[in-house]
C-alpha cells in the first residue's frame, strides 16, 4: 500500500531569509493535524518555505536537472537526474552568506514510520537521516549517501522507485505555483497510476519496459534517418559517375518527385492520425447529444403527458402518443412535419377543457376530472432544455460530418500518394538498370547503406519484442486500475462538487499511450472529466485544459488529486501542500474552495499547508471555518499561521506597510473588516 | 431492388430519409421476430437490449450489424435515432403502444417505457413484411433480407430461453458491452470504425468459442451457437 508523508515537524536554522521571533533564533513547526497557513506578501519567502519542504524530500535530484517540467515526456527517466547548479543554489542566492550555515530539519510520519531529515540548504548535501529514532550510518561518498536517502524514502512511500517519489510528490503532494497538471497532462496521469495503483514490482516493469520501446523507437529513427541521408549519398555518387547525362537526369527528377511524395505521405498520415482522434470524438459528443436532446424532449412529453392523463385519463395511449408528439415538440410524428401552430391551438383546447381528439366541450365527457394545467414553469425550462439540446445535437452532427469528410479525403489522398510512390519506385529501379556499372565509391555506399538498414531492421524488432512485452504488462495493469475506477470516479464527485458550481464527473476512457512515433498501439485507461456549461446540454467532455477556464483546470486538477490521495492511501492521512491557491478564482469560488480544503484539513490525520499573500481574504476565512468573535477560535487560528510578517527579514513593502497589512492578517483570521 | 422505377424512387430520397426508412424497417422486423417467438410486446428497455444484441451478434450468421457501434450508458443499450422512428411508427399506426409511463434519467430528463408490438390490424403491415422478407408470401425487395429476418427469429428465440426481464440484462452483461476496458458514456465500437472488427467483437468471439468443447467431427450452426450464448448470458446474470 502507498504512504503519503505527513509532516510533522520543520526547522530552518541560521537562515537569513527567516531571522524568526526575536532575532537570530530558528524557525521552528510543529504542523498539527489540519491547516498550517503560511502568510506574508510577495518576496517574504513563503515559496521558499514550501520549497525547503519539498527539497527535504527530494534532495539534489529531481525528474530533470531544472526540477519538474510544465508537461512530462513520455517516458520518466530511468534514475532520478541531479539538479543543474542553479537549483541547487535556489537557497543560498536568496541570501547575503550564501546560506552556508543554514540547515533545514523536516520530521515527516509514513505510517507509523517516522523519518528525520537534516540538509544544508546551500548545496543539500544530507547530514543526518533518523528513522524511527534511530540514525542511520551515512556514507561519506554524497552519492551513495543520497542513494540510502532515496531508497530509504522509496521503502517509506511504498513506491517502486525514487522517481515514482519525486513524481507522486510533485504531482499529488505539491501543488506549486507552476502546477503540473495531474489530470490535464496525458503522460503524468498514465505514470500516476502507474505508480500509485499497481503493485511496485509491476509498477517498476511498466516504466522500464516504456523506456525500453521508447528508447528502441529512437533508435530505429535515428538509424532510418542515417539509412536516408547515405541513400542520398549513393544517389549523388550514382549521379556523378553517370555516363548517360539523359537517364541521370531523368533519376534525379524522379527521386525529387519521390522524396516529396514520402514526405506529403508522412504529414497525411499524421493528419489522419489527428483527423481519427478527432472523429472519435466528434463521434461520441454527437452521440452523447443524441441521447441528451431524447432526454429533455422526453421531459416535455411527460409533463404534457401527465396533464393529458389527469384530463382524458380513458385516452388509448396511442392517440395519447400522436398528441404528445405535437404538443411536446411542436412536431407531427404522423407526417413529421413541423407542427407549432397546431401545439398553440392544441393547448388552447385543452386549456378550455375540450377534447383534443373530437372537440366534445366539457360537460359531453366522461371522466374529465380537472381543469388543464401544465406547470408552465416547469414546462418553460424542459422546453428550454429541448431547445439548447437540438441546438448541440445539430452542432455535433455538423463537427462529425465535417470531420468524416475530411477523414475521408485523407484516405483517398494517402491512397493517391501511395500508388504515385509505387509507380515512382518502379520506374527509379528501371533507370537505375539502364546505368552503368558502379564504381568502388558507389559499391561502398551501397554495402554501407545496407549495413545501416540491416541496424535498422534490428532496431525494429528490437522495438518490436519490447512493445509486446509492454502491452502484455499494460493488460495487467488495466485489470488493476479499471476495478478501482469507480471508487476514483465517486470520489472524484465527492470533492468536485464541493469546489466547483458546475456539475462534473470523471469519465474513464481508453487511451493509448504516446510511445512510438506515430503510432498509437499502447491502449491505457485514463480519465477525462465531463462537464456542464451555462451554453450547452448535458455534460461535454474536456480533452484539454483549454476546453475549461483556468480556475476550473486547477479546481478538476484538485479533485482528482484528492481522489486519487482517498483511492490510493484507502483512507489513510497525507499532506496537501499548495502554493496560493486562491490565485485564480473569483469570490464566491474561494468561498467553496475555502470550504472543500477546510474538509480535507479536517479529514482523519491530514496536514493541509497553504501559503496566502493574503489578497483573497474571504478564502482563508473559510477555511479556518468562517468568521469568528471568539477569543479562543482566535487564538486557535493563530496557532495555525507561520506569519512570516513577523519571523522573516522585511522587506521594502513590509517596512512601509507592515501595520496594514498585520491589520489585514487580523481580518482574515477573525473575518471582519478591520 | 428489382425495378427500375424503383431505383429511380430510391434516387430521389437523401441519405438521411433513407436512414429513417431502413431504422423503421429494421424496428418492424425486430418486433416482428418477437411476435413470432412469444416474446412481444416488448417494453421500450427489452426492444433496445434486443436491437443492441441484433446488432453485435449478426457476424455468428455472417450478416454485417446494422449499427456497428454504440455509446455505452449507465442502465443497458439505448438508441436515440431507432427511439425516434419506433414513436413514429405508433403514429403510422403500425406500432401499438401500451402501459405508457416516464422514467426519471440520472441527470434529468426522462426516458420513455411502454411496451411496443406490431399493429397487427394495421392495413400496410403485411404488405410491408413481405417487402422485408418477414412473410413466407411475396418476395422480399432485397433478398438478403430473408436471411436478415431468419436471423433475428432465431435470435428472438435464443432470447426468448430468459426470464423476460433478463433480455435487456442479457446486453448489459454481454461480453462486448461489458468488456471492462470500456467505461461509462463512451463508444462501444465492434464494427464501426474499428480497426479490427473481430477483435473488437468480443461477443462473437465468446459464441464462436463453444465449438471448441464438441467432438471433433461435430460443428454448430449458426442458431446453436446464438442458444448457447444466450444461456451463457442468462448464467451471467445469475451469477454462475
Request: charged residues 30%; aromatic residues 6%.
Amino acid at each position: 500500500m502507498i504512504r503519503l508523508p505527513i509532516f510533522t515537524e520543520l526547522t530552518v536554522s541560521n537562515y537569513g531569509l527567516f531571522p524568526g521571533v526575536p532575532k537570530g533564533t530558528s524557525l521552528e513547526w510543529a504542523f498539527s493535524s489540519g491547516l498550517t497557513l503560511i502568510t506574508g506578501v510577495n518576496g517574504l519567502g513563503k515559496t521558499t518555505l514550501l520549497t525547503i519542504l519539498l527539497r527535504s524530500l527530494t534532495g539534489p535530484f529531481d525528474l530533470t536537472s531544472a526540477g519538474v517540467p510544465e508537461q512530462l515526456e513520455a517516458v520518466l527517466p530511468e534514475a532520478p537526474v541531479a539538479l543543474n547548479s542553479q537549483s541547487i543554489r535556489f537557497f543560498a542566492q536568496r541570501v547575503a552568506d550564501g546560506a552556508e550555515n543554514t540547515i533545514a530539519s523536516l520530521t515527516v510520519q509514513f505510517g507509523k514510520q517516522v523519518v528525520r531529515i537534516e540538509r544544508r540548504l546551500d548545496d543539500l548535501t544530507l547530514l543526518s537521516l533518523r528513522v524511527n529514532r534511530e540514525e542511520a550510518s551515512l556514507p561519506t561518498r554524497r552519492g551513495e549517501r543520497e542513494a540510502l536517502f532515496q531508497e530509504t524514502i522509496c521503502n517509506l512511500f511504498g513506491l517502486g522507485s525514487f522517481v515514482d517519489v519525486l513524481l507522486i510528490l510533485h504531482h499529488i503532494v505539491f501543488f506549486l505555483e507552476n502546477r503540473p497538471g495531474a489530470l490535464w497532462d496525458e503522460n503524468a496521469q498514465r505514470q500516476i497510476l502507474r505508480a500509485l495503483l499497481l503493485d511496485k514490482d509491476l509498477a517498476t516493469q511498466v516504466a522500464e519496459y516504456e523506456r525500453k520501446v521508447n528508447g528502441a523507437d529512437s533508435r530505429a529513427r535515428n538509424i532510418s534517418t542515417r539509412a536516408y541521408n547515405i541513400h542520398k549519398e549513393l544517389e549523388a555518387a550514382r549521379h556523378r559517375e553517370a555516363l548517360s547525362p539523359g537517364v541521370h537526369a531523368e533519376l534525379e527528377a524522379e527521386q525529387r518527385l519521390l522524396d516529396a511524395d514520402m514526405e506529403r505521405r508522412q504529414e497525411l498520415e499524421r493528419l489522419l492520425a489527428q483527423l481519427d482522434e478527432d472523429r472519435k470524438i466528434a463521434r461520441l459528443e454527437h452521440e452523447k447529444s443524441k441521447l441528451e436532446r431524447e432526454e429533455a424532449e422526453k421531459e416535455v412529453e411527460r409533463i404534457k403527458y401527465t396533464a393529458l392523463a389527469r384530463l382524458f385519463p380513458k385516452m388509448e395511449d396511442a392517440a395519447r402518443f400522436v398528441l404528445l408528439g405535437i404538443l411536446s415538440n411542436g412536431k407531427c410524428l404522423v407526417c413529421g412535419a413541423e407542427a407549432s401552430k397546431r401545439r398553440d391551438e392544441l393547448e388552447a383546447t385543452l386549456a378550455a377543457g375540450f377534447c383534443p381528439v373530437c372537440g366534445a366541450e366539457p360537460d359531453k365527457q366522461d371522466h374529465v376530472v380537472a381543469a388543464h394545467k401544465v406547470e408552465e414553469a416547469r414546462l418553460e425550462r424542459a422546453r428550454q432544455r429541448v431547445e439548447v439540446a437540438r441546438a448541440d445535437e445539430e452542432t455535433a452532427r455538423k463537427r462529425l460530418n465535417g470531420l468524416v469528410e475530411e477523414y475521408e479525403t485523407a484516405i483517398k489522398a494517402i491512397d493517391d500518394v501511395r500508388k504515385a510512390i509505387e509507380d515512382r519506385q518502379s520506374r527509379e529501379k528501371g533507370l537505375i538498370a539502364q546505368l552503368p556499372q558502379a564504381s568502388s565509391t558507389v559499391l561502398d555506399l551501397e554495402r554501407t547503406l545496407e549495413i545501416t538498414r540491416r541496424a535498422q531492421r534490428e532496431a525494429e524488432a528490437e522495438r518490436a519484442s519490447a512493445a509486446k512485452e509492454l502491452r502484455s504488462l499494460f493488460e495487467k495493469g488495466q485489470a488493476v486500475v479499471i476495478p478501482q475506477s469507480e471508487r476514483l470516479s465517486s470520489s472524484f464527485g465527492r470533492h468536485v462538487r464541493v469546489l466547483l458550481a458546475e456539475t462534473a464527473r470523471l469519465v474513464r476512457i481508453d487511451t493509448s499511450a504516446k510511445l512510438i512515433q506515430g503510432k498509437s498501439d499502447f491502449s491505457v485507461p485514463a480519465f477525462r472529466p465531463e462537464m456542464s456549461a451555462a451554453t450547452r446540454s448535458g455534460l461535454a467532455r474536456r480533452m484539454e485544459p483549454s476546453d475549461v477556464s483556468e480556475s476550473q483546470r486547477e479546481l478538476i486538477d484538485l479533485a482528482f488529486r484528492l481522489a486519487l490521495i482517498d483511492v490510493a492511501t484507502v483512507g489513510a492521512s497525507s499532506t496537501l501542500a499548495m502554493e496560493t491557491p486562491e490565485a485564480s478564482l473569483d469570490g464566491l469560488a474561494m468561498q467553496r474552495v475555502g470550504s472543500a480544503l477546510r474538509a480535507f484539513a479536517a479529514s482523519r490525520e491530514n496536514r493541509l499547508v497553504v501559503t496566502s499573500n493574503l489578497t483573497n481574504a474571504g478564502m482563508i476565512t473559510a477555511m479556518f471555518g468562517g468568521p469568528t468573535s471568539k477569543a479562543a477560535e482566535i487564538k486557535r487560528r493563530r496557532g495555525q499561521i507561520i506569519n512570516l510578517l513577523e519571523i522573516a527579514a522585511p522587506n521594502r513593502a513590509m517596512e512601509r506597510d507592515g501595520k496594514a497589512y498585520a491589520d489585514l492578517l487580523e481580518s482574515v483570521i477573525t473575518g471582519h473588516q478591520s | 431492388m428489382s425495378s427500375s422505377g424503383e431505383r429511380d424512387g430510391a434516387e430521389l430520397l437523401s441519405d438521411s430519409e433513407i436512414g429513417v426508412i431502413r431504422r423503421r424497417a429494421r424496428i418492424i422486423m425486430l418486433l416482428d421476430a418477437a411476435e413470432r417467438v412469444g416474446i412481444a410486446p416488448l417494453n421500450a428497455a427489452r426492444l433496445h437490449a434486443f436491437t443492441y444484441l441484433a446488432d453485435v451478434l449478426s457476424p455468428v450468421w455472417d450478416l454485417p450489424p446494422f449499427d456497428g457501434k454504440i455509446l455505452k450508458t449507465e442502465g443497458g443499450p439505448h438508441y436515440p435515432d431507432i427511439q425516434q422512428e419506433i414513436d413514429r411508427l405508433v403514429a403510422l399506426g403500425l406500432v401499438e403502444v401500451s402501459n405508457l409511463r416516464y422514467l426519471n434519467r440520472p441527470n434529468g430528463g426522462a426516458r420513455l417505457d411502454c411496451d411496443y408490438g406490431l399493429r397487427l390490424k394495421s392495413t400496410h403491415l403485411s404488405d410491408i413484411l413481405s417487402a422485408l422478407g418477414a412473410s413466407e408470401r411475396g418476395q422480399p425487395l432485397d433478398p438478403r433480407d430473408k436471411d436478415v429476418h431468419a436471423f433475428l427469429v432465431d435470435l428472438a428465440g435464443a432470447l426468448a430461453i430468459l426470464p423476460n426481464d433478463q433480455i435487456e440484462r442479457a446486453a448489459t452483461v454481454d461480453a462486448t458491452y461489458a468488456d471492462t476496458r470500456i467505461g461509462d458514456t463512451n463508444i462501444v465500437d465492434f464494427a464501426s470504425w474499428t480497426g479490427d472488427a473481430v477483435k473488437a467483437n468480443l461477443s462473437v468471439r465468446a459464441a464462436q468459442r463453444f465449438s471448441a468443447f464438441l467432438p471433433r467431427d461435430s460443428r454448430l450452426s449458426p442458431g446453436e451457437k446464438l442458444y448457447l450464448y444466450a444461456s451463457y448470458l442468462g448464467k451471467r446474470i445469475n451469477g454462475r
